[in-house]
């Protein structure tokens, strides 16, 4: 079945250092991802879509310039955490969907990076 | 607007016990439901879907019926594991290659 791959799994990085995270589609190519951001009590928060080739879409209140994305190819997206602070310390997943544009496909999620900025 | 609400947790079971997990959504148009699993310190998977209207989404003993007329997507499974403590997931995809849209969450913790 579809896989997302997402790396590192755990990074601890100093506050005012930035953070990239990545995230493949093993077997599947996808023109857009999502990444979301899981708070403490469970709650999942869009941050952005990422659309290969393009500007990611950015939620309200989600600071493009501190959560860089980048989608260079069909099978890989980054964000880069920039200039992270202690506040930024969360769960960061992403997901993409195998078959396109249709509301049928699930959405397949990475494994999950735990960032923690000291 | 689209919206999940799911009933809050924690839910504490014991093994063998029957589960519902109740889901109700707010949607234009035929979304597509889902129910994910995230197991401790990992990403969401999927558990099962349904599609269209009167669909039931099997897996792993779990099973959920898609209701249009009373907006619903309850969670069910008859026998309750250990193995099934987790944070269970509503999700609904209203149209085409969009984000998910979940609700909260439900911890469930099964004990021997």
């Known amino acids: 079945g579809a896989v997302v791959s997402q790396h590192p799994s755990r990074v601890i990085c100093k506050s005012g250092t930035s953070v990239k995270i990545e995230c493949r589609s093993l077997?599947?190519?996808?023109?857009?991802m999502f990444w979301y951001r899981q708070f403490p009590k469970q709650s999942l928060m869009l941050m952005a879509t990422?659309?290969?080739?393009?500007?990611?879409?950015?939620e309200q209140g989600v600071e493009k310039d501190k959560f860089l994305i980048n989608h260079a190819s069909l099978t890989l997206s980054t964000l880069t955490v920039t200039s992270a602070h202690p506040e930024d310390s969360s769960f960061y997943i992403c997901?993409?969907?195998?078959?396109?544009?249709?509301?049928?496909?699930?959405?397949?999620f990475g494994n999950g990076t735990r960032l923690t900025v000291t | 607007g689209n919206s999940v609400t799911q009933m809050e947790g924690p839910v504490t079971l014991s093994e063998e016990a029957f589960l519902t997990i109740n889901c109700t959504y707010t949607?234009?148009?035929?979304?597509?439901l889902f129910w994910y699993v995230q197991y401790p310190g990992e990403g969401l998977q999927l558990l099962l879907k349904?599609?269209?209207?009167?669909d039931k989404g099997s897996n792993k003993g779990f099973e959920a019926t898609y209701r249009k007329e009373t907006t619903s997507f309850h969670l069910e499974k008859g026998s309750v594991q250990v193995s099934d403590s987790a944070v269970y997931f509503c999700?609904?995809?209203?149209?085409?290659?969009?984000?998910?849209?979940f609700g909260k969450g439900t911890r469930l913790s099964v004990i021997a």
């Open positions: 997901s993409a969907r195998e078959g396109g544009a249709t509301n049928n496909s699930p959405l397949h």
């Open positions: 077997d599947f190519q996808a023109t857009t």
């Open positions: 990422s659309n290969e080739g393009s500007k990611a879409t950015y």
């Open positions: 949607a234009t148009g035929y979304p597509s």
């Open positions: 349904a599609t269209k209207a009167d």
């Open positions: 999700a609904l995809n209203p149209t085409g290659n969009t984000p998910l849209v």
